[in-house]
Nanobody
Framework: QVQVVESGGGSVQAGGSLRLSCVAS????????MGWFRQAPGKEREFVAA????????SYLDSVKGRFTISRDYAKNTMYLQIDSAKPEDTAVYYC???????????????WGQGTQVIVSS
């Protein structure tokens, strides 16, 4: 069993930056692939970014490429999502995802965090 806890959400003005954190606990947590999804009001949950267990492979939603950076700190068992040049359309609840098998769809996720709200004002 893996427990997943996000933090770091909040409000930021357009063009600003925010860093989300996700701690995955459990004996084998560092062996899992991890990622971020988001869900805006009235919309389906969508893939944002993923990083594999080694940190050597990453994937991004096209609209966030060049603005978002996903990374892992194995010593802290923590994954990060650095959000730069934030846009109002980035407003959503962001969910940390843990996957046994690397993927970019909700069906690939084995464990979810509770979500953290990000609001970007214009």
């Amino acid at each position: 069993q893996v427990q997943v806890v996000e933090s770091g959400g909040g409000s930021v003005q357009a063009g600003g930056s925010l860093r989300l954190s996700c701690v995955a606990s459990g004996r084998t947590a560092t062996l899992y692939n991890m990622g971020w999804f988001r869900q805006a009001p009235g919309k389906e949950r969508e893939f944002v970014a993923a990083i594999d267990w080694s940190g050597g492979r990453t994937s991004y939603l096209d609209s966030v490429k060049g603005r978002f950076t996903i990374s892992r700190d194995y010593a802290k068992n923590t994954m990060y999502l650095q959000i730069d040049s934030a846009k109002p359309e980035d407003t959503a609840v962001y969910y940390c995802a843990v996957e046994r098998r690397y993927g970019t769809t909700v069906n690939d996720v084995d464990y979810w965090g509770q979500g953290t709200q990000v609001i970007v004002s214009s």
